[in-house]
């Protein structure tokens, strides 16, 4: 028997468009550079990007969510910023995968 838990988070697309349209000229000229740049720092040194440009689904459920950038200080670089939105992609699957298993009780053996 399978069985099959979906959650979803609409602002990826978002994040790569607003990346892509609206950040490209200020921080990179292509988007292949974005990994070379969050690994050209150790960390984000406290900058934290969220990604709600249409709310926040679960488990919060905040429809009035706006994307945020914080933690910005004199010495933030592009790359900082970079990383913190690359890292606030991964923090957002793991927060979808914990809810499904704590909502489901159901151990997760793939992801897709």
């Known amino acids: ?3 099959a838990i979906e959650e979803g988070n609409c602002c990826f697309g ?5 990346l ?3 950040l490209t000229k200020e921080l990179f000229s292509d988007v292949t550079e974005t990994s070379d740049m969050a690994y050209s720092v150790s960390d984000s040194d406290g900058v934290c990007f969220v990604p709600s440009f249409s709310g926040l689904q679960a488990p919060l459920n905040d429809p009035r969510a ?3 950038l914080m933690g910005l200080k004199p010495s ?12 606030s992609v991964a923090f957002r699957n793991k927060q979808l995968y914990e809810t499904m298993l704590r909502e489901t009780h159901i151990p997760i053996t793939q992801i897709r």
């Open 66 to 68: 706006c994307a945020s």
């Open 20 to 22: 892509l349209f609206k």
């Open 1 to 3: 028997v399978h069985q």
């Open 14 to 18: 978002t994040i790569d468009t607003w």
């Open 76 to 87: 933030t670089t592009k790359s900082h910023l970079v990383r913190a939105i690359l890292e």
